[in-house]
């Protein structure tokens, strides 16, 4: 039935990219998007939001790695650690692989995309009932202002800044992620593409600018985002990305990675010059 099946996915009105469906596996609207699990026949199974790709089991490593281990290997001490956002599961299942975390805190506001990847992509919700995990479904923008709790790392693993994500990207929500972070404390947030969202960049970028001491933009390779690069915004109370970072501490965790490692943890804050030109003034390039 389902032999000719694809799902594509249309960035704006010029560029689309195509996937084969083997089969669908889940579907379903929730009161704040519409979620889908398929099983694709060259990436393994995929979760969309809303039609776009947020996780695909061939290439979510990438994403994951990169979005955790930077800010969690520069930090020197992160014990407690906040996701926002991330139904799917792998950052906390990152985060969790670190044995100085003592707690995960994880806010999703859609708890149908946390069942649905609970139930057909274990690849990445393994670690959602890990005995250090606290899952909270609720509205992570209400969060920050509620809690009384402090961070010492605060991951925004958040979609593009439409619908329920579109206030994770003002300056009143990182007020109050600046008001929940320890004195020392690093937040990264997803950070769209050079390519096709400079200007959203630059947007957020000023928003964290307002904020923080010290921003950073960093990049990895992916394979379904459109335009393949793809970034993460790094700011922080104190520390610098590259100069605080020590990478003994990489080799001594004993951890493997498929993406991240030491050498690119640096490299992936060496923008191309486009992206350079673009954010002029708003991030720190030493």
């Given at each position: 039935m389902h032999s000719n099946l694809w799902v594509e996915e249309t960035f704006e009105d010029f560029l689309?990219?195509?996937?084969?469906?083997?089969?669908?596996?889940?579907?379903?609207?929730?009161?704040?998007?519409?979620?889908?699990?398929?099983?694709?026949?060259?990436?393994?199974?995929?979760?969309?939001?809303?039609?776009?790709?947020?996780?695909?089991?061939?290439?979510?490593?990438?994403?994951?790695?990169?979005?955790?281990?930077?800010?969690?290997?520069?930090?020197?001490?992160?014990?407690?650690?906040?996701?926002?956002?991330?139904?799917?599961?792998?950052?906390?299942?990152?985060?969790?692989?670190?044995?100085?975390?003592?707690?995960c805190t994880m806010v999703e506001i859609d708890a149908m995309v946390v069942n649905a990847c609970r139930e057909h992509i274990p690849q990445t919700s393994s670690a959602l009932d890990h005995e250090k995990m606290n899952l909270v479904i609720g509205d992570g923008v209400k969060f920050v202002k509620q809690t009384k709790e402090k961070f010492d790392v605060i991951i925004v693993d958040s979609t593009d800044p439409i619908g329920p994500a579109a206030p994770l990207f003002g300056e009143e929500f990182y007020q109050d992620v600046f008001n929940c972070l320890t004195d020392d404390g690093i937040v990264v947030s997803q950070g769209e593409s050079s390519w096709y969202a400079l200007e959203i960049q630059q947007s957020l970028l000023k928003v964290l600018n307002a904020v923080f001491p010290k921003c950073y933009l960093y990049s990895f390779s992916n394979l379904t985002y459109p335009g393949g690069l793809w970034s993460f915004t790094f700011a922080s109370k104190k520390y610098h990305p590259i100069n605080d970072f020590d990478r003994q501490r990489v080799s001594n965790s004993k951890l493997e990675f498929d993406y991240y490692n030491a050498a690119l943890h640096s490299a992936s804050f060496a923008?191309?010059?486009?992206?350079?030109?673009?954010l002029k003034g708003l991030i720190e390039n030493d």
């Open positions: 689309g990219l195509k996937f084969k469906v083997e089969k669908v596996l889940f579907s379903g609207k929730s009161e704040f998007q519409t979620v889908d699990v398929v099983e694709t026949k060259g990436h393994g199974k995929m979760l969309l939001n809303d039609g776009l790709i947020m996780v695909t089991e061939r290439d979510e490593f990438a994403y994951h790695d990169m979005i955790t281990h930077v800010p969690l290997f520069v930090h020197p001490e992160p014990k407690n650690v906040l996701v926002i956002g991330g139904g799917d599961g792998g950052t906390a299942r990152e985060v969790l692989r670190h044995v100085n975390v003592e707690k923008l191309p010059s486009f992206a350079q030109k673009g």
